[in-house]
């Protein structure tokens, strides 16, 4: 260990005669500064990024051991500073108070020899510690951040052969990953599974990279269930693939249960409602979105009430409902409100649902006094999922 130091602050030179006595011949290889003056003992505190064990009486010029210790907290060299209080009196009381006020331990005086030595000794043992245990730490900050390089070079490599087995892919995975993430801000989910999300949404076709062109010229979806017994063949690969790698645990999740349906009848286990996670139910809407499109031919407006069609059987309601929501975000003609800015004579250009499910307004619905009325007292008591839109 290096960089570790004694800094004794105190009026009282017999005090300092004694422990710098005593410091010199049990740490002879280490740094010892003797203050006078709590203000300037402070100053050297805060100057250095030393591991410290701070010695100090009560009364000194400048601060008192308690302001030089509510500063040692307050800049988080508490991290780095184990604080001996010398206490002057048998009072109890106030020696216990010392240990409230962040002094790590304290020494009576008159000092006695062997209390000194293992006052110093259990000090010099916690910080050693704490020394390692930053140590440590550093290591694992290292190790995670390889990992996680390495991580994001094998998704990178994922990427590349999605994009070599379908060229449009890399479009195709940001218009997804834009919905996704924009669904996921709208329900309050924290950052860390937002991100899973979000990295699932670049790598949810890996699934298909396993199967055959005769299978892929059509959805791989019909009525809610896998066109052919190889889509969950091939779900289940890339599930395993995707565990193999180190920090992709949820996504595996979200990609292996992308075709479990709402209501329980999907595959692989026929998980149902909030059993499935939520990266799942985004992507299994936006992808189902997507094919209608492409094999259908059909445009946003029809693809989106086919998925309606399969709320709460296929679909999570909710989900639909956001998702709606970020086609209205996404065009020039639609705008977002909140509810204090809706007013009468505004067009809604997307349904309302509230928290629960109820559908309260729908879309192209001329918002009259008496539509504004009723809104306000429903969303009283049962908030509205998202936002507003209105036709610009």
Request: aromatic share 10%; charged share 30%; glycine share 4%.
């Amino acid at each position: 260990m290096h960089e570790f130091r004694f800094i004794i602050s105190s009026e009282d030179k017999q005090n300092l005669k004694i422990l710098s006595n005593v410091l010199n011949k049990l740490y002879p290889d280490s740094s010892l500064t003797q203050f006078d003056d709590g203000l300037e003992a402070w100053k050297n505190i805060e100057k250095y990024d030393y591991f410290t064990v701070f010695i100090t009486s009560f009364n000194t010029q400048g601060l008192n051991a308690f302001q030089v210790q509510k500063k040692i907290h307050e800049s988080g060299k508490v991290n780095k500073t184990y604080s001996i209080f010398i206490s002057e009196k048998q009072d109890k009381e106030f020696n216990i108070k010392t240990i409230t006020q962040g002094f790590d331990d304290y020494m009576s005086t008159p000092f006695a020899l062997d209390e000194i030595i293992s006052k110093l000794k259990s000090a010099t043992r916690a910080i050693k510690l704490t020394y390692e245990l930053n140590q440590e730490k550093k290591s694992i900050f290292t190790l995670k951040k390889e990992l996680l390089e390495f991580r994001d070079r094998t998704f990178d490599i994922i990427k590349t052969l999605q994009k070599t087995r379908f060229p449009d892919s890399d479009k195709l995975n940001a218009r997804l990953k834009d919905a996704s993430v924009f669904i996921g801000r709208e329900l309050n989910v924290e950052e860390g599974e937002l991100k899973d999300i979000e990295l699932a949404a670049e790598l949810c076709l890996i699934n298909r990279m396993f199967l055959s062109d005769a299978v892929l010229r059509n959805p791989l979806m019909k009525d809610g269930h896998p066109a052919s017994e190889l889509v969950p063949q091939a779900q289940n690969f890339a599930s395993n693939l995707l565990a193999k790698v180190w920090g992709a645990d949820n996504i595996s999740k979200i990609v292996n249960h992308l075709y479990e349906n709402f209501d329980g009848t999907g595959v692989p286990r026929g998980d149902r409602g909030w059993q499935i996670p939520l990266g799942s139910r985004i992507l299994r809407v936006l992808l189902d979105f997507e094919d209608l499109i492409v094999f259908k031919k059909i445009p946003q407006v029809k693809a989106l009430e086919e998925i309606d069609h399969d709320r709460s059987r296929v679909y999570d309601p909710t989900v639909i409902c956001l998702f709606d929501q970020f086609l209205g975000y996404s065009n020039n003609r639609e705008k977002r409100i909140e509810v204090k800015d809706l007013i009468v004579g505004k067009v809604v250009s997307r349904n309302i649902f509230t928290t629960s499910g109820n559908k309260i307004v729908g879309a192209g619905t001329t918002i009259t006094q008496e539509k504004l009325d009723r809104l306000l007292n429903i969303i009283d008591s049962d908030p509205i999922l998202g936002h507003i839109y209105i036709e610009v």
